[in-house]
């Protein structure tokens, strides 16, 4: 089975930060990615698929680049609505990442 | 409006069944794949299995295999996990989710059909004596 790894865990930002994410798989899954946000309470929300395609309503701030194995999530001037936890999935046997919460700094 | 409702959680014995259903609305559900996913308290999303637009294809984790079955029913709009031999572990909000694009959507990959763009409020299970 293909294992996903985000990193970092967590990561401590304020508004108006560029902050990335990463994402890496335990072996090649071309370009077969998905990046969700989820916020408490709340059912995730799809960002980003195949690895760099912005989903339709999702600002323009949030991208995604990588193919193979390695993969980035960047929000490029984070929000307040944006503190969150963002999770990885790969398409190929669908496992998630363990998740990255944003925290406010 | 795409939507998508969650029923049949609840609490259930170790050892026991259980059957969610997944009624959806607002699109032609024939022609998406859907997928369920869950998420144990304080934990993080693991995928449970996902289904073809004509229920001929059936996905599942390892860690369900054997034990629980994804069907649908397109006549009904309603998308199922039948769940058995339930464990503790399986204690979660269970989320049913929609695929992005249809089936027969020409020049795409597979990947298409699978990342899960409209999601349900989610229906709780717990697993205990």
């Not at chain 1, 709340?42 to 680049?65: C, D, E, M, N, T």
């Not at chain 1, 999935?89 to 496992?95: D, H, L, P, R």
């Not at chain 2, 597979?110 to 004596?129: E, H, I, L, Q």
């Given at each position: 089975?293909?294992?996903?790894?985000?990193?970092?865990?967590?990561?401590?930002?304020?508004?108006?930060?560029?902050?990335?994410?990463?994402?890496?798989?335990?072996?090649?899954?071309?370009?077969?990615?998905?990046?969700?946000?989820?916020?408490?309470?709340?059912?995730?929300?799809?960002?980003?698929?195949?690895?760099?395609?912005?989903?339709?309503?999702?600002?323009?701030?949030?991208s995604g680049s990588g193919s193979?194995?390695?993969?980035?999530?960047?929000?490029?001037?984070?929000?307040?609505?944006?503190?969150?936890?963002?999770?990885?999935?790969?398409?190929?046997?669908?496992?998630?990442?363990?998740?990255?919460?944003?925290?406010?700094? | 409006?795409?939507?998508?409702?969650?029923?049949?959680?609840?609490?259930?014995?170790?050892?026991?069944?259980?059957?969610?259903?997944?009624?959806?609305?607002?699109?032609?559900?024939?022609?998406?794949?859907?997928?369920?996913?869950?998420?144990?308290?304080?934990?993080?999303?693991?995928?449970?299995?996902?289904?073809?637009?004509?229920?001929?294809?059936?996905?599942?984790?390892?860690?369900?295999?054997?034990?629980?079955?994804?069907?649908?029913?397109?006549?009904?709009?309603?998308?199922?996990?039948?769940?058995?031999?339930?464990?503790?572990?399986?204690?979660?909000?269970?989320?049913?989710?929609?695929?992005?694009?249809?089936?027969?959507?020409?020049?795409?990959?597979f990947d298409y059909y699978y990342y899960m763009d409209v999601?349900?409020?989610?229906?709780?299970?717990?697993?205990?004596?």
């Amino acid at each position: 089975d293909i294992q996903m790894t985000q990193s970092p865990s967590s990561v401590s930002a304020s508004v108006g930060d560029r902050v990335t994410i990463t994402c890496r798989a335990s072996q090649g899954i071309s370009s077969w990615l998905a990046w969700y946000q989820q916020k408490p309470g709340k059912a995730p929300k799809l960002l980003i698929y195949a690895a760099s395609s912005l989903q339709s309503g999702v600002p323009s701030r949030f991208s995604g680049s990588g193919s193979g194995t390695d993969f980035t999530l960047t929000i490029s001037s984070l929000q307040p609505e944006d503190f969150a936890t963002y999770y990885c999935q790969q398409a190929n046997s669908f496992s998630f990442g363990q998740g990255t919460k944003v925290e406010i700094k | 409006e795409v939507q998508l409702l969650e029923s049949g959680g609840g609490l259930v014995q170790p050892g026991g069944s259980l059957r969610l259903s997944c009624a959806a609305s607002g699109f032609t559900f024939s022609s998406y794949a859907m997928s369920w996913v869950r998420q144990a308290p304080g934990k993080g999303l693991e995928w449970v299995s996902a289904i073809s637009g004509s229920g001929g294809s059936t996905y599942y984790a390892d860690s369900v295999k054997g034990r629980f079955t994804i069907s649908r029913d397109n006549s009904k709009n309603t998308l199922y996990l039948q769940m058995n031999s339930l464990r503790a572990e399986d204690t979660a909000v269970y989320y049913c989710a929609k695929g992005l694009l249809p089936v027969d959507t020409a020049m795409v990959t597979f990947d298409y059909y699978y990342y899960m763009d409209v999601w349900g409020k989610g229906t709780t299970v717990t697993v205990s004596s």
